[in-house]
């Protein structure tokens, strides 16, 4: 015979019981789980926070590898560009049992010709090697976005860009819709062919006087896209007017040594004795013992009268500001 228990004959802390065990089982059940899937969760986030970092730096020794493989490719273009001087000069040398014309004609100097550094308003032809046939952005108006733009359209080297026709070129943007409405390219042709031609000299001066590419827009000279470029890459150094540091040898403290002399510009600098200028660096203490200012007169006199490519070619047998 089967019995039937009542829970309303149990004692109430019986019925109270029966009730709990479960609970406290079902949330100790829980609670176990709950741990588990916590260390999962805080396991998996570490891991995550881990290689985000790693991803962090590596994109930060990217970057630097960027930054280095463009100044390596600088520094490339400048080798090659004296090393295509040297072989100039060899020949130079080797033709001097020629007649004095030849030699002449050889030197750049025949029917009135200048030198190549000459012809380069101020900028050492070397220089111009960093900047390659598929530069499209040399030319004033260009940008990353429209090189992409233009490549996409078969536009790919100056010498395509000089042959294109303006009107072509119209035509593609136009297809774009009001994307590029504001793009005027009537000058970019004649901007691509003198860098084709490396009439560098001309294309600077001509960029002088545009802005975006547009001619009449500009409302004073500025510094042209080439030399823009120059700069971004490191080929070229560029100095705010009467910044001493400009001077092989000074750096930012004794700039400040200078400043606090009264030496505040490239004029005043060139025409200070060096004696003088030793005496400033020696009250200064031991810690300028090192610095040499036998060139800095002379180096503040040629950036003074704006001689920046003698200036470098002088600074280029300096070490330190001081002559080899």
Request: hydrophobic share 35%; glycine share 8%; net charge positive.
């Amino acid at each position: 015979m089967i019995s039937l228990i009542s829970f309303c004959d149990m004692p109430w802390w019986c019925v109270f019981l029966s009730w709990l065990l479960p609970f406290l089982l079902g949330l100790l059940l829980g609670w176990a789980l709950w741990a588990r899937f916590k260390r999962m969760f805080d396991k998996l986030d570490s891991e995550y926070r881990e290689y985000k970092l790693k991803c962090s730096r590596t994109e930060e020794e990217l970057k630097k590898c960027h930054e280095k493989n463009n100044e390596y490719s600088s520094d490339i273009a400048i080798l090659k560009g004296r090393i295509r001087e040297c072989e100039k000069e060899l020949e130079l040398n080797a033709g001097k049992s020629n007649t004095g014309k030849d030699i002449l004609t050889a030197a750049g100097f025949a029917a009135g010709k200048t030198s190549e550094k000459t012809e380069m308003a101020g900028i050492a032809a070397d220089k111009f090697a960093a900047l390659k046939e598929d530069n499209l952005q040399v030319v004033e108006g260009i940008g990353p976005k429209m090189k992409e733009f233009l490549n996409k359209n078969g536009i790919k080297t100056w010498s395509d860009l000089a042959s294109s026709d303006v009107k072509d070129i119209q035509a593609l943007l136009d297809k774009e819709g009001n994307k590029y409405r504001i793009i005027d390219p009537q000058t970019w042709p004649t901007q691509a062919a003198l860098a084709r031609d490396g009439k560098w000299d001309k294309l600077i001066e001509m960029q002088k006087k545009l802005s975006g590419g547009k001619k009449g827009q500009a409302k004073h000279l500025t510094d042209s896209k080439v030399e823009k470029l120059l700069i971004k890459m490191g080929v070229l150094k560029r100095w705010k007017n009467d910044d001493l540091k400009a001077v092989e040898g000074i750096g930012t403290k004794i700039e400040g040594l200078l400043h606090s002399a009264g030496i505040k510009t490239w004029k005043k600098l060139a025409n200070t004795p060096v004696n003088k200028i030793q005496d400033i660096l020696d009250k200064a203490g031991k810690r300028y013992a090192l610095a040499d200012p036998g060139t800095w007169p002379k180096q503040a006199k040629l950036a003074a009268e704006g001689k920046w490519s003698e200036l470098e070619e002088y600074q280029d047998y300096l070490k330190g500001g001081r002559e080899k």
